[in-house]
């Protein structure tokens, strides 16, 4: 018989383990379902995780993907380790494409040095005001910043079909709802040739070394960590809630509008009604198997760009349906949950407990 | 009752050879006692000597590796407390299994085995309750409730199903003189009656007081066992320690300025269950230690954060070093020079999951712990490791992590970490709840080394005697309203215990309690 038993001290080996268990677990369920669908596993598998690497470009489509994966999960990690849960990036990323592509609008097809930089500026800042709103009403009148958030995801994405639809909708466009692509010196320039990806990366690696070294070495960083883990001691402490609140989700309001703007100033080229495939809810679970650690979150976001990669590579190539990648983004979720348990816990084989000895004696007594 | 009373009476309980392993430590090794009808058993032993293990084992909620449990004579192997509750044995346990969010009745009904109706339950409730001296109201969320009064839900829940063992894990730690007297009386009653009693607590003098046979316990394994009634508390404590007891000494000397001053504090709680703090006034001079005393839930925990900063108050109530205070935050006033511990070890005083170094940095910021925004590791690790050593907290060092410790290590990392931020005004709060004597007396000693150091020092805590040893002054907490202070020397245990109720009148004509000395009288000699 097995059992759970609590560890006497939660097991790092564990919890560097536990996300490659989940990895397994996804990949071995996958070809289960795989070989149920009547699909040959092998080749479905090398559709869904060394197709889409074979080739420079799609080294590129992984980086790309990355980047909004990346720099989402980068806000969410910090905030999640202080309790904010803050599962609203999506809209933060939309308002930060929304303000930023707003400022490429008005700069129509200027030439300015200053466009780029202050799209990124408006995108940051766009995302930071959205973020902004579930933090003041978090510590000004206590509402759960999970229902704000979630909430503020919808917002953002009717205003931005309001705009691509009305004020903003390009007049030459057909009536596409989008608007006009941005000019050359609103669009972010190529990173390598050949590919899609843009500079947008290499700010995200920037900035997860920033965020590791705020979350591991500033006393800010310290004090929102120590409101996650024990509120009662940062109280003792004198830390402030609603300040580690404030930071928690403007820092992640930055980072997804920051991703928002570099998607339509990026692959995108220009403002449309779906700029996002789900990049800052996937960066929930990218947060997680990145250990809520920035540079776990490096490759917790690797992983997820391959998923999405793998799921379209084998929609085309297998006709199998869109709803692959979510199915493969749960699965990971899942067997992470699962694989946590062990962090704290440890399965102990029990010997069916020895009857002891003299309970014989009792026996031969009776 | 008397050791020949039941001398010749079959054992009720016996255990043999009883073995608990753990990941990290052996619990138990080897323990084999045996419990009479009518007998109060002491099982005696320092935090961590595997006194709590050992009676879980009986209650059946931890599974021995090892070793047989007789009871009335046949074998029994006890898997579940719900087993052990109808074989006729009832816990208080030292940590409360108690729901928060449900009321006192809900909570009791839980642990009942049979349904019993709303109305008949709170009935009962009540009427055990003060038939034992224990008033507690049935319909009172225990969320609201303070730990003595929680702790008298457990007790109740357990005579409400009239067991033939009760085990109780510390009992008193959370009542006053008086209401221990009733409980020992209550116990003494049950055993009468024939109830076996296991008494589980560090308390020489109560054991002694109370029990008819003790177990001693250390480091897992019985180290002896004693009639309490013949021993001393010397000899008792080298038998649970294994050495000798230090004492601590209180040297009187005059005390300086003022550091901490309380005028007419008032103060409402939130919470519609808390005390509210009525017109206290106090003040702690450089170089003194002021005594709290009080049944815990009488306004402790609310005087606590309003000095601490936790709770703010308006005007200038309360002054710090001459400043008011009132409405600065806890970084402010320990920028001011205020340190405190805590009566939560773990996750208030420290941050459970993390590591003794992080947990020195929590309140140690200042001390160069952060430059410029950002943490300056070694600082912080040899702060940390100096807290380890002079306090000699047991541990693997300052990569421990703070729920790795035993409640008096961890207690006396976070009294060390206080004392070493070089505070001016130091508050603690049951500095030695819960831990085992050697441990209390060094945090005792470290305090009135901080004492005579010139630190001004307000001790809150509910143990009588370890008051009348640290205090300068005492004073008294009750129904969130402060006593007038005095010298211990000049009140006695009775009297702090007639306080304690309440009836300090500072009226004339009210309540029976004799006029306090007041600390004129007492100042003049030193």
């Known amino acids: 018989m097995l059992r759970l038993e609590r560890r006497a001290a939660p097991s790092s080996v564990m919890s560097v383990v536990s996300p490659l268990v989940a990895a397994v677990g996804m990949l071995v369920t996958g070809f289960l379902l795989f070989s149920a669908l009547g699909k040959d596993p092998v080749e479905a598998f090398y559709l869904f995780f060394i197709k889409p690497l074979s080739t420079t470009y799609g080294i590129g489509e992984l980086l790309l993907k990355t980047t909004p994966l990346l720099l989402c999960g980068l806000g969410l990690a910090l905030g999640f380790r202080a309790n904010v849960w803050n599962i609203g990036a999506e809209g933060q990323l939309t308002m930060g494409a929304i303000a930023g592509g707003g400022v490429a609008l008005w700069f129509g097809d200027s030439d300015s040095n200053f466009a780029m930089p202050l799209m990124l500026l408006a995108g940051v800042l766009g995302g930071m005001a959205w973020a902004a709103i579930p933090a003041f009403l978090r510590t000004r009148f206590n509402t759960n910043e999970i229902l704000v958030t979630l909430m503020l995801v919808y917002i953002a994405q009717l205003a931005l079909s309001w705009l691509v639809h009305g004020p903003w909708r390009d007049p030459e466009g057909q009536n596409y709802p989008q608007s006009q692509g941005f000019g050359d010196a609103e669009t972010m320039s190529i990173l390598i040739d050949g590919t899609r990806v843009t500079w947008g990366i290499v700010y995200a690696l920037v900035l997860a070394v920033v965020a590791w070294v705020f979350a591991q070495k500033t006393f800010a960083g310290f004090r929102m960590q120590v409101a996650g883990l024990a509120p009662a001691a940062a109280a003792y402490a004198g830390f402030s809630e609603k300040r580690n609140i404030w930071i928690a989700l403007l820092l992640c ?39 809520l650690h920035p540079i776990g979150v490096v490759f917790g976001a690797l992983l997820m760009s391959l998923l999405y990669l793998g799921g379209e590579s084998a929609q085309m190539g297998m006709g199998l349906p869109s709803a692959i990648t979510g199915l493969f983004q749960g699965l990971l979720l899942f067997y992470l949950l699962a694989a946590d348990l062990f962090i704290t816990f440890r399965l102990k084989r029990v010997v069916d407990a020895p009857e002891p000895k003299p309970a014989a004696r009792v026996g031969s007594a009776a | 009752m008397d050791q020949s009373g039941f001398a010749n009476l079959k054992p009720r309980l016996v255990l043999t050879g009883i073995t608990k392993r753990y990941p990290s430590v052996v619990a138990n090794e080897d323990v084999s006692l045996s419990v009479r009808p009518g007998e109060i058993h002491a099982v005696l032993g320092e935090n961590g000597a595997g006194k709590s293990t050992l009676m879980k ?18 074998y029994e192997t006890i898997t579940a407390p719900s087993q052990a509750r109808r074989m006729g044995i009832g816990m208080v346990f030292q940590h409360f299994s108690l729901f928060e969010t449900l009321t006192v009745w809900e909570n009791i009904a839980l642990a009942l085995d049979e349904p019993v109706p709303t109305a008949k339950l709170a009935a009962q409730i009540t009427e055990v309750s003060e038939k034992y001296g224990l008033p507690i109201d049935p319909y009172r969320l225990v969320h609201s409730m303070s730990v003595g009064e929680r702790q008298r839900v457990e007790i109740v829940r357990c005579l409400l199903q009239e067991p033939k063992l009760l085990i109780m894990d510390e009992p008193t730690s959370v009542l006053t003189p008086q209401a221990v007297l009733i409980l020992f009386k209550t116990l003494r009653r049950l055993a009468a009656e024939g109830c076996s009693i296991l008494y589980i607590s560090h308390k020489l003098d109560e054991i002694r007081a109370l029990c008819d046979t003790a177990s001693v316990l250390r480091g897992g394994r019985i180290s002896g066992g004693a009639i309490p009634k013949n021993e001393t508390n010397e000899s008792l404590a080298r038998l649970m320690i294994g050495g000798e007891l230090a004492e601590c000494h209180l040297i009187p000397r005059e005390a300086k300025e003022v550091r901490l001053d309380v005028e007419h504090l008032t103060l409402q709680s939130p919470d519609p269950f808390g005390t509210s703090l009525k017109d206290i006034s106090l003040t702690v001079r450089s170089g003194e230690i002021l005594g709290i005393a009080g049944v815990s839930g009488n306004g402790q ?37 205020l340190t405190f511990v805590p009566e939560e070890r773990l996750g208030r005083g420290a941050v459970p999951p993390m590591t003794l170094a992080y947990n020195a940095l929590l309140t140690g910021a200042r001390k160069g712990m952060v430059q410029t925004g950002l943490i300056h590791p070694t600082v912080m690790k040899t702060f940390s490791k100096n807290v380890i050593e002079r306090f000699k907290v047991k541990c693997g060092g300052d990569q421990s992590v703070a729920s790795s410790l035993s409640g008096g290590n961890l207690q006396k990392f976070i009294v060390g970490r206080e004392t070493m931020l070089a505070p001016k005004m130091m508050i603690v709060a049951q500095p030695t709840w819960g831990v085992d004597v050697g441990a209390a007396q060094l945090i005792r000693q470290a305090l009135i080394d901080l004492r005579d150091q010139g630190v001004a020092l307000l001790v ?67």
């Open chain 2, 460 to 526: 809150i805590s509910e143990e009588l005697d370890e008051l009348f040893t640290i205090s300068d002054r005492l004073s008294v907490i009750a129904a969130g309203r402060l006593s007038p202070s005095v010298k211990p020397a000049e009140t006695s245990i009775e009297q702090i215990g007639v306080w304690m109720s309440g009836k300090f009148g500072d009226r004339a004509g009210e309540g029976a309690a004799p006029a306090p000395p007041r600390m004129e009288t007492a100042n003049a000699p030193a």
């Open chain 2, 57 to 74: 084992i009986i209650y059946g909620v931890t599974k021995p590796d090892a070793g047989t449990i007789m009871w009335n004579g046949q």
């Open chain 2, 301 to 337: 925990k609310e005087l606590m954060t309003a000095l601490s900063g936790e709770r703010l108050s308006s005007g200038s109530m309360i002054k710090l070093l001459g400043r008011p205070v009132g409405n600065l935050n806890p970084a402010q006033r320990r920028a001011l020079g």
């Open chain 1, 253 to 291: 309001g930055a980072t997804a509008g920051l991703a928002g703007i570099c998607e339509v100033a990026g692959p995108i080229g220009r403002l449309q009604q779906q700029i996002s495939p789900g990049y800052g809810f996937a960066a929930i679970i990218v947060a997680w198997i990145g250990r």
